[in-house]
Nanobody
Framework: QVQLVESGGGLVQPGGSLILSCAASGRVFRLGWYRQAPGKQRELVASITSSGNTNYADSVKGRFTISRDNAKNTVYLQMNSLNAEDTAVYYC?????????WGQGTQVTVSS
């Protein structure tokens, strides 16, 4: 069983930036982030494999960057040009293809 521990959420003004981190207790092929806004379904934000292949939701392309440090079993999500539509609980996940492991979630609120 792999445990995922997230950090880095918070309140940011529109146009601002945040970086989320997620540390895994073991090696996982794919790490990534989902988010869930109030009243909406959970959606994939971005993922990255251990070899560095990335995938992004269209809504975040060009604004968010996912990266990972395999030595630390840690994935990062750099979020720039944030807007109100990015407000959500962000969940780190890990697995081979889809999510097998989940983090506890971290709140990101974009508001002036």
């Amino acid at each position: 069983q792999v445990q995922l521990v997230e950090s880095g959420g918070g309140l940011v003004q529109p146009g601002g930036s945040l970086i989320l981190s997620c540390a895994a207790s073991g090696r996982v092929f794919r790490l990534g982030w989902y988010r869930q806004a109030p009243g909406k379904q959970r959606e994939l934000v971005a993922s990255i494999t251990s070899s560095g292949n990335t995938n992004y939701a269209d809504s975040v392309k060009g604004r968010f960057t996912i990266s990972r440090d395999n030595a630390k079993n840690t994935v990062y999500l750099q979020m720039n040009s944030l807007n109100a539509e990015d407000t959500a609980v962000y969940y780190c996940y890990g697995g081979a293809i889809g999510p097998t492991y989940w983090g506890q979630g971290t709140q990101v609120t974009v508001s002036s």
